[in-house]
């Protein structure tokens, strides 16, 4: 098997990136995809965390 990777690096505190508007349009579109009603942008980011 061939090794792909040297590193790979997970960032769950945001230091490295700031996800938070890619987490918050992944509820919405979550909520969207199930039929509910999809939150703020405000309301979506206020539950990250």
Do not use: F, S
């Given at each position: 098997m061939n090794k792909r990777y040297?590193?790979?690096v997970f960032d769950?505190?945001?230091t490295v990136m700031d996800s938070t508007a890619i987490?918050?349009?992944s509820i919405q579109s979550?909520?969207?995809?199930?039929g509910l009603?999809?939150?703020?942008?405000?309301?979506?980011r206020?539950?990250?965390?």
């Open positions: 040297d590193l790979i769950w505190d945001g987490i918050a349009t979550a909520c969207r995809d199930l009603t999809v939150p703020t942008d405000e309301a979506a206020h539950v990250i965390g």
